[in-house]
């Protein structure tokens, strides 16, 4: 077989010459096992025909072949694993925060959904946080380590957009703790009425339905007023009130303690005291009408 | 189906692999071999009634397909055959009395077959001398590549097939 391999393909490629014939001849009759080999040698090329032709009907059918089947496996494979990874990208980038702890009844919605809170359930990008009443509150940490108090009746809303926090509070009242952010990505948080822009800081904030309370414990926050653009620059110790009748200026957090009623344990240096609009902390404020 | 219809085909199917390892190795053109299977099952159908059923239909056929390839050669000579008589009755001959051995082997074949991996210019060249049935020298001016080039790929196939065979024979004889 290993003298005569290529004479036999010579002859089943059609390339035998005479000489080589005769020599073929010659070899065929001096055993019947170089007969056999002749033979099992027709059935190899055969099936490769068959091969070819069982190719070319998959070809013509657009069927894959073989070897471009385990291609396009390898190219499967590839994509899903890519899809797993964007995938995972995009929940760890749409997971923004945590609901670290809660009381009472509060609801995390997402898609018009209201679902029930528990400690550790993450928040989304576009999900609502709602502590429904009067006893409800909870907290929520940021991936970046910022974390928000939400007070009784309040409503609030998260996203991010190119890595920028931002928040809005629809009703009630929320306490900050920013961590410093990008110059180009400040953390925003806004209500009806003003919108505040925070770098890293310590602020409470309060909404009405058509007014906003804002107090800095450190730190600098700007807040625009959205009726006429108008910005002022909060900074620690003082708080602004965008309300009718009330001038749009920072002033001592004393001030705003007037409002309250308070013992002063509100005042500059101490912890911020949340309170929220329901329990009449703006009652002396008569709500502008919507602008 | 005639009572005629379903003997020929219980004989034709029993009588089919030895009739055309027979053809293919008297006959290397692969297409040129199917035409003349299925020439020698029409002669077997239309003949079946003249078949003596005390003698071995796998003979009686291997006999009719010996005529067939005979007539071919007058028919077409484009491709080379055995042309000598002696050869063509002791390849019959063989072919007759080597069923079992066939069947191991076509199976072997057949597994080996659907495992070979062509990619590229091999595949090219695959195609070319089998698809196309062009030989060696066609394939290298179709191709551009260097005949010898082109017979040592068709070769590597060949010898791939082989070995996978004789492995899988192995196999079958050790179980």
Known sequence: MTDYKELLDQYYDGELTSEQEAELHDWLMKNPANIETFIYEGQLHSRLSMRSEAESFEERHGMPRRWWNSRALAVAAT???????????????????????????????????????????????????????????????????????????????????????????SSGSVSAVIKKQDNRRPFIISTKSAVATVLGTELSLFAGDSSTSMEVEKGLVRIMRLADGKKVEVPAGQSVVDAKDVEFEPVNWQWSDRFRGGDGSGGAGGEIKEVSLDNGWLENIKDKPDK | MSISGEKFNLFWTKAMPEVSAFINAMVPDFHQAQDLVQEVAVVLYEKLETYDETRSFTAWAIGIAKNKVLESRRRRVNRPMIYDTEVIERVAGICADMAPQLAERMYALDNCTKKLSLIGRM????????????????????????????????????????????????????V
């Open chain 1, 79 to 169: 994509l899903m694993v890519l899809a797993g990874l964007c995938t995972s990208y995009y929940l760890y980038n749409s997971n923004i925060a945590v609901l670290t702890s809660f009381s009472g009844d509060v609801y995390v919605i997402s898609s018009s959904k209201p679902a029930d809170a528990f400690e550790g359930k993450r928040i989304y990008s576009g999900n609502q946080v709602l502590c429904r009443n009067g006893g409800s509150e909870a907290t929520i940490t940021c991936r970046d380590g910022s974390s928000l108090t939400l007070g009784p009746r309040t409503e609030l809303s998260f996203s991010v957009s190119h890595g920028q926090y931002q928040s809005h509070l």
């Open chain 2, 123 to 174: 595949r090219k060249v695959f195609l070319l001398r089998y698809q196309s049935g062009l030989p060696p020298r066609m394939i290298a001016g179709r191709t551009g590549i260097n005949v010898n080039n082109v017979r040592s790929m068709l070769c590597r196939i060949r010898d791939d097939l082989r070995k996978c065979i004789k492995d899988t024979l192995k196999k079958q004889e050790a």
